[in-house]
């Protein structure tokens, strides 16, 4: 009996004194060196800066010593991360431009809130730390068979202390963040397209229209001598114009297409299903129109679609659904080609995903091998 609960006593002393355990207490003996390292910190850097604050260095050396406290922040939470397995998301960085030029970024990272929830975190671990360190290193001497239960109550404060005052303060700001990536985004996509534009008006039109006036040119010269030579060229030179007519409509409509502006986004849809080389059977279903930008961001998502169906997809029948919920419009795109469609890096698929992710919307894909492959968009409704 006397051996069993001994074997007991062993195996709950094995567990109490494993691994978790032992990070725990580490981290309450680290606390009170980090602890005095931020306290001094934030100390001299509120009180140099406030001190000289006005002055002109006084909010230069606020704002660089909150972005000091934000690193002081980062290594606070890795150690957290390591020794109490808190893992915290970071908070969003700090901007880099702003509106009011030097004034209003150096205005901005004055007031950084995370730069200022360290420094509170600072101020109040001292005492915590002192504590800590205290009853930790007393229960290495004295209190030892309940060592772990005191450093597993500490720890618990300690994260609740971290998640509280180092985590990001709300979705806020993990929403910059994102925004802060969809604006590269958007910004990187519009250049493209002006590119492309540039591109195909140089390219097309421009050219046409060059070789065009350089023929109207000779014409004019055999006018007199060769009039029916000239006026073969004249006929040839009035079917070039059409055919650069048509080039600027395709661009235009590459643009913002004018059926959609005129009719709405069923007329448009249908046009492009129109030109598709798969049959497709067009849906839509919207008892009013949405805001013009949002039909944009639908046309030209249907219309990337649909030219994949008829690139990739080797289908022999298409349909394209459009509805909406109270929140979102619904862009449904279905084929019954040989599937295996992927959002894969540098895939037009990807750039799509990007353009609706800046207007905080959604591409979903289900493209099996053998088909058939469903394409579906959620766009934010707005009139």
Same mark, same amino acid.
């Given at each position: 009996?006397?051996?069993?609960?001994?074997?007991?006593?062993?195996?709950?002393?094995?567990?109490?004194?494993?691994?978790?355990?032992?990070?725990?207490?580490?981290?309450?003996?680290?606390?009170?060196?980090?602890?005095?390292?931020?306290?001094?910190?934030?100390?001299?850097?509120?009180?140099?800066?406030?001190?000289?604050?006005?002055?002109?260095?006084?909010?230069?050396?606020?704002?660089?010593?909150?972005?000091?406290?934000?690193?002081?922040?980062?290594?606070?939470?890795?150690?957290?991360?390591?020794?109490?397995?808190?893992?915290?998301?970071?908070?969003?960085?700090?901007?880099?431009?702003?509106?009011?030029?030097?004034?209003?970024?150096?205005?901005?990272?004055?007031?950084?809130?995370?730069?200022?929830?360290?420094?509170?975190?600072?101020?109040?671990?001292?005492?915590?730390?002192?504590?800590?360190?205290?009853?930790?290193?007393?229960?290495?001497?004295?209190?030892?068979?309940?060592?772990?239960?005191?450093?597993?109550?500490?720890?618990?404060?300690?994260?609740?202390?971290?998640?509280?005052?180092?985590?990001?303060?709300?979705?806020?700001?993990?929403?910059?963040?994102?925004?802060?990536?969809?604006?590269?985004?958007?910004?990187?996509?519009?250049?493209?397209?002006?590119?492309?534009?540039?591109?195909?008006?140089?390219?097309?039109?421009?050219?046409?229209?060059?070789?065009?006036?350089?023929?109207?040119?000779?014409?004019?010269?055999?006018?007199?001598?060769?009039?029916?030579?000239?006026?073969?060229?004249?006929?040839?030179?009035?079917?070039?114009?059409?055919?650069?007519?048509?080039?600027?409509?395709?661009?235009?409509?590459?643009?913002?297409?004018?059926?959609?502006?005129?009719?709405?986004?069923?007329?448009?849809?249908?046009?492009?299903?129109?030109?598709?080389?798969?049959?497709?059977?067009?849906?839509?279903?919207?008892?009013?129109?949405?805001?013009?930008?949002?039909?944009?961001?639908?046309?030209?998502?249907?219309?990337?679609?649909?030219?994949?169906?008829?690139? +990739?997809?080797?289908?022999?029948?298409?349909?394209?659904?459009? +509805?909406?919920?109270? +929140?979102?419009?619904?862009?449904?795109?279905?084929?019954?080609? +040989?599937?295996?469609?992927?959002?894969?890096?540098?895939?037009?698929?990807?750039?799509?995903?990007?353009?609706?992710?800046?207007?905080?919307?959604?591409?979903?894909?289900?493209?099996?091998?053998?088909?058939?492959?469903?394409?579906?968009?959620?766009?934010?409704?707005?009139?």
């Amino acid at each position: 009996m006397t051996a069993s609960l001994d074997t007991s006593d062993t195996e709950r002393a094995r567990i109490a004194f494993g691994r978790y355990a032992w990070k725990e207490v580490a981290h309450l003996l680290c606390n009170l060196p980090a602890a005095l390292f931020h306290f001094v910190y934030v100390v001299t850097m509120v009180a140099v800066g406030a001190g000289l604050s006005v002055t002109v260095v006084g909010l230069p050396l606020l704002a660089a010593g909150l972005a000091g406290a934000r690193l002081l922040g980062r290594a606070e939470r890795a150690r957290a991360r390591a020794l109490l397995g808190v893992r915290i998301v970071e908070p969003s960085p700090l901007p880099r431009g702003g509106r009011g030029g030097v004034l209003g970024r150096l205005w901005a990272r004055v007031k950084d809130p995370v730069g200022w929830r360290t420094v509170l975190y600072g101020f109040v671990r001292l005492p915590w730390g002192v504590l800590t360190f205290t009853v930790t290193l007393v229960g290495l001497v004295v209190l030892w068979p309940v060592l772990p239960y005191i450093a597993r109550g500490l720890a618990n404060a300690d994260r609740a202390m971290v998640r509280g005052l180092l985590s990001p303060s709300d979705e806020l700001e993990r929403r910059i963040a994102e925004l802060e990536s969809d604006r590269g985004v958007v910004v990187d996509t519009a250049a493209a397209d002006l590119r492309r534009i540039e591109r195909d008006l140089h390219d097309g039109a421009q050219a046409r229209l060059v070789a065009l006036a350089m023929d109207l040119g000779l014409a004019r010269e055999k006018m007199t001598e060769d009039p029916q030579a000239a006026a073969r060229m004249v006929d040839e030179a009035h079917g070039e114009v059409k055919t650069a007519l048509q080039e600027l409509r395709d661009l235009a409509r590459g643009i913002h297409p004018a059926i959609l502006t005129d009719r709405g986004l069923d007329a448009a849809l249908s046009s492009i299903a129109s030109r598709c080389t798969v049959p497709v059977t067009v849906t839509v279903d919207l008892p009013t129109r949405p805001a013009p930008a949002i039909e944009g961001i639908a046309y030209f998502t249907a219309s990337e679609l649909l030219q994949n169906i008829s690139k +990739h997809s080797n289908a022999t029948h298409a349909t394209l659904n459009l +509805h909406h919920t109270p +929140h979102h419009l619904i862009l449904q795109a279905t084929d019954n080609g +040989h599937g295996g469609a992927k959002g894969t890096h540098n895939s037009g698929l990807t750039g799509l995903t990007e353009r609706l992710n800046a207007v905080d919307g959604t591409l979903t894909i289900h493209s099996p091998t053998g088909g058939p492959t469903t394409i579906t968009a959620h766009i934010p409704w707005r009139r």
